[in-house]
């Protein structure tokens, strides 16, 4: 009987586990198709449990990509739905919570928050990043726009702008740069690029205007009269300013005008703008021709001569197959200015070096191109030089260097602003050199040896004339003016002394008498004695010496 009692319980036992298997089964469906959309009671070790981190912005979207931090150190990213489940955890009932925090790039990080792990059960925590804010005003040149929303498209979140003031406000935005674009229905939509900082805020303005009538023409060359594509055509309306470009024909086309008169601009980069005014736009018409002509503006093509360290004064540079040419200066710069725009071929020649040839230069509408030149020597020696103030020693600039014994005839060449000057491919030899210039004595030094390979540089120094001062006469200096003065006045008394001798000659009793005394004195001694009578007496005095007389006078 013992044997049957035993028997007959082991289906019983059976039949009960299968029981307790099934109960558990439907537990696990039950659970997974709860409210809740985790559970780990099926993924779950047991014993252990589970956190469900739920990352939002500060304005409650879900955040994809997020990482998630379980005490400090990053346990996985956020999906789709913006959650990531850490599962595994042992309890800590009654131990140190778990530390949690979230961050994504260009967010601020969240605040770390506490999570508690029960056994076999799975704990819920949202974690908050705080966004960017890019906040402003939406309206027309007339007023407040009444339906108007600001989007960013590429994040794909939108706010709708207040009738009453025209603000909107777009919070949790990543920092960076946005393209946020203003719109409204009848109204030309608008999109500027916006900078935000992180966890900060932006202001961004939008002035819409109406869609009404429109402007179209064409764009001109004005010089050759061909269509200009790529060139900017403006419209000002209201304070907002329209611009688009013209078509590779030339062609443009404003849309959403308001009605009114308006002045058209049309600009390109190498070109002076160009405007037609008193545009006049009747809404729903199209108004046409308003054609523009833009004038090229100059061009320049400059650049230095030089060979080696020495620049080169008096190259020349012109363009290939045209007359156009120009010297290079004392300071080795040259400039061609107004060439039209095109590729040339540019030509540096001076005596002593080889010819240089650069091809492909192009010259930009309006542009500035920059072409330097290193001349090469031809073979032969070279002959290199300085030359200085005596007085100074600073050096000279523009002297005029010649080799006056050079055959089959002299060569010249001009110092630089260095008051460096030399020849190339002269035969190896002595010469004589001459220097030059105003304000300084000529100079000539001879026996100068030009060497195949030498790489020296002579010295010369020329003395400046001496400072004179500037004379009462024009022309000449003070002394020289003093000098004729002189002259001027000798030859004047000389002709007067030899008129009073001719008129001595020709009319002695005209003639001026020249007073003498010692002829009066004896005059009158003879007068004396021919008029004394008896009585009379002449007496010396002894201590004089002087004679005494008594004149008897007539009655």
Not at 311 to 320: D, R, T
Not at 369 to 387: C, E, K, S, Y
Request: proline share 5%; charged share 15%; with cysteine.
């Amino acid at each position: 009987m013992a044997r049957h009692s035993v028997s007959s319980s082991l289906p019983t036992a059976i039949i009960a586990l299968v029981l307790i298997l099934g109960a558990v089964g439907a537990g696990v469906i039950v659970s997974f198709s709860s409210e809740e959309p985790r559970t780990v009671s099926a993924l779950q070790t047991p014993g252990l449990g589970a956190i469900n981190v739920t990352v939002v912005d500060n304005v409650g979207r879900y955040v994809v990509d997020a990482t998630v931090r379980l005490n400090g150190t990053t346990v996985g990213v956020t999906g789709a739905d913006g959650t990531y489940l850490i599962h595994d955890l042992a309890p800590n009932e009654t131990d140190l919570p778990y530390k949690l925090s979230a961050a994504k790039s260009n967010y601020w990080d969240s605040l770390p928050q506490d999570g508690t792990v029960v056994e076999n059960q799975t704990t819920y925590v949202t974690l908050t990043i705080q966004g960017s804010t890019i906040l402003g005003t939406v309206t027309s040149p007339t007023g407040y726009i009444s339906g108007a929303t600001v989007s960013i498209i590429s994040l794909g979140y939108s706010a709708s702008v207040s009738p009453v003031n025209g603000s909107y406000r777009l919070d949790g935005l990543p920092g960076g740069t946005h393209s946020v674009t203003a719109s409204a229905q009848g109204y030309v939509p608008q999109t500027l690029d916006v900078f935000v900082p992180i966890a900060d805020s932006s202001l961004a303005n939008f002035v819409l205007v109406t869609q009404n009538g429109s402007i179209s023409g064409c764009t001109y060359h004005s010089q050759l009269g061909t269509p200009l594509n790529a060139t900017n055509v403006s419209v000002q309306i209201g304070l907002v300013t329209v611009t688009i470009q013209s078509d590779p024909s030339g062609n443009y086309n404003i849309t959403n005008v308001p009605e009114g008169k308006y002045i058209v601009t049309a600009s390109r980069e190498g070109f002076l703008a160009a405007s037609v005014t008193d545009v006049e736009v009747t809404r729903g018409n199209r108004t046409l021709g308003v054609d523009l002509y833009l004038q090229e503006k100059p061009t320049r093509l400059y650049g230095v001569v030089r060979s080696g360290q020495v620049l080169k004064v008096g190259a020349n540079i012109s363009i290939a197959g045209t007359d156009i040419s120009t010297l290079s200066g004392s300071d080795g710069n040259y400039e061609i200015r107004n060439l039209t725009a095109g590729v040339y071929v540019v030509v540096a020649t001076i005596q002593g070096y080889e010819t240089q040839s650069v091809t492909g230069v192009e010259i930009l509408p309006g542009g500035e191109t920059q072409l330097n030149f290193n001349m090469t020597g031809l073979p032969g020696a070279r002959l290199r030089g300085t030359v200085k103030d005596t007085r100074t020693n600073a050096p000279i600039v523009n002297v005029l260097v010649t080799v006056i014994d050079l055959s089959p005839q002299p060569r010249s060449v001009y110092t630089d602003i260095n008051g460096e000057f030399e020849f190339a491919a002269l035969p190896a030899d002595n010469y004589t050199l001459r220097f030059e210039k105003t304000g300084y004595r000529p100079l000539e030094i001879s026996d100068v040896e030009a060497v195949d390979g030498s790489i020296e540089i002579i010295e010369f120094q020329m003395t400046p004339l001496r400072e004179t001062f500037e004379g009462f006469i024009e022309g000449l200096d003070m002394a020289h003016s003093m000098m004729l003065l002189a002259l001027a006045l000798a030859l004047i008394i000389f002709v007067v002394a030899l008129a009073l001798r001719i008129r001595t000659f020709i009319s002695p009793s005209t003639t001026p008498a020249v007073y003498d005394q010692s002829e009066e004195e004896n005059a009158d001694e003879e007068l004396g004695e021919e008029e004394l009578g008896d009585g009379d007496s002449v007496t010396e005095d002894s201590e004089s010496g002087s004679k005494n007389k008594k004149v008897r006078k007539l009655k």
